[in-house]
Every structure is written in structure tokens, then in C-alpha cells.
């Protein structure tokens, strides 16, 4: 069965500077999907980045972007400039078809200004 | 704002009573899945519903079921509630394309009901 690991409980980070979330997964599968998403206090899950696994170069949206190491199975989220506003539980997720998310259980960002 | 909105937000019950949670999904999209996040842990997959019909179920009983509407809004029942029903349910939306190979939707969600069971 698919795991999805999270190994750090809680990382907090100077504002502006550049923090580095881990997340390894287990699979047998080749093809799949990787998302970073994030859960502010308002519950609500909002999708960060995404990774396909046939794609070899590393996925970027603006200040967020992953190391996808597929050989290792790792997909870690590099955060820069580091805002207030980037405060919350980061999750892991995998999906083999893109319908049954697979998450980690989370890492809590704290943001010191 | 994904457009999916939840109702109610949050839910207080009692053991051994029936809930109704609802979702509506976000405009375009045909696929509902839900997902239950107890306290301080990742979500856990319950079921999905594309086209009014169950297209997957994790690892959750029976007394777990769901429905999906033409206007593919959905609902997600829990009969006979047990303390560890205790958690906040995740509702996401997304469109699948048939014929396209594989699912190349992203699910995006609503922003929970917290369900607590007394």
C-alpha cells in the first residue's frame, strides 16, 4: 500500500528567508502524482504545487517549488521570501489515478517576523 | 475561493444518531470525493461519487454513504455516529475527462464541516 511520510511536526522560519519542507512517499507505481497543499486556520486545503512523476524537471509556482527526487521518492517544498501569510499545515499528498489522495500527516509552519 | 461550498459548518451530535453533510461543487466540475481530517492528522479518503455513482471507497463501514445529484452536488451520510466520528469533513471537486487516459483533475476543496459527537 501507498505511504505518504512527513517527518517534521513543526518548522518555523525568519520571515523572508527560505524553509525546506521533507515529505517520502512509497509506491510500486511509476506514473504518478505528487501535491503539496496547505491548510491556513480557515480549514479550507488550498493546492500549492503539483508534480507529475514523468516529468523530470521540478515544478515551480512563483516562490514555491519542489525537489522531486523519484528514485529516492522524495518531494520536498522549498518556500523563499517566506510572508506572514505563508503560516499554516503544509500536507503531503499522493495519488496513483488522481482520484484517492494519499496525505502525510502534516507539517505546522510558523513564521516569525 | 474554490467555489465549493459546504453546509453546515460546523455540527453537533450525539452518539448513535444520523448526519447529513452537504456539498456543492465548484461550476464545470463532475466528481466529488470526501474526506474525513481527525484532529491533527492528514485526511483520509471515504469515498468518491463521478456521474451519480460510488468510484471508490477507502477504508471506511457501511454506515458511511453517500449520494451524488445531477448538478453533481453531493452528500455524504453517517448513520449510527460514534465518538470517533469526531472530525472535520472534507468535500473537493474536480472534472474528469473521459477518454483522456487518466484522471487529470485537481481536487479542490470546500472548506469543511467540523462534526463533533457527544
Known amino acids: 500500500a501507498q505511504t505518504v511520510t512527513q517527518s517534521q511536526p513543526e518548522m518555523s522560519v525568519q520571515e523572508a528567508e527560505t524553509v525546506t519542507l521533507s515529505c517520502t512517499y512509497d509506491?510500486?507505481?511509476?506514473?504518478?502524482?505528487l501535491f503539496w497543499y496547505k491548510q491556513p486556520p480557515s480549514r479550507q486545503m488550498i493546492l500549492v504545487i503539483r508534480?507529475?512523476?514523468?516529468k523530470q524537471q521540478n515544478a515551480t509556482e512563483n516562490r514555491f517549488s519542489v525537489n522531486f527526487q523519484k528514485a529516492a521518492k522524495s518531494f520536498s517544498l522549498k518556500i523563499s521570501d517566506s510572508q506572514l501569510g505563508d503560516a499554516a499545515m503544509y500536507f503531503c499528498a499522493y495519488t496513483r489515478s488522481n482520484y484517492q489522495l494519499i496525505w502525510g500527516a502534516g507539517t505546522k509552519l510558523i513564521i516569525k517576523p | 475561493e474554490t467555489g465549493v461550498t459546504q453546509s453546515p459548518t460546523h455540527l453537533i451530535k450525539t452518539r448513535g444518531q444520523q448526519v447529513t453533510l452537504r456539498c456543492s461543487s465548484q461550476?464545470?466540475?463532475?466528481?466529488v470525493s470526501w474526506y474525513q481530517q481527525a484532529l491533527g492528522q492528514g485526511p483520509q479518503f471515504i469515498f468518491q461519487y463521478y456521474r451519480e455513482e460510488e468510484n471508490g471507497r477507502g477504508n471506511f463501514p457501511p454506515r458511511f454513504s453517500g449520494l451524488q445529484f445531477p448538478n453533481y452536488s453531493s452528500e455524504l451520510n453517517v448513520n449510527a455516529l460514534e465518538l470517533d466520528d469526531s472530525a472535520l469533513y472534507l468535500c473537493a471537486s474536480s472534472l474528469f475527462r473521459f477518454g483522456q487516459g487518466h484522471w487529470k483533475n485537481i481536487q479542490y476543496f470546500g472548506a469543511g464541516t467540523r462534526l463533533s459527537v457527544l
Open positions: 461550476s464545470g466540475h463532475n466528481t
Open positions: 509506491t510500486s507505481e511509476s506514473d504518478y502524482y
Open positions: 508534480q507529475e512523476a514523468y
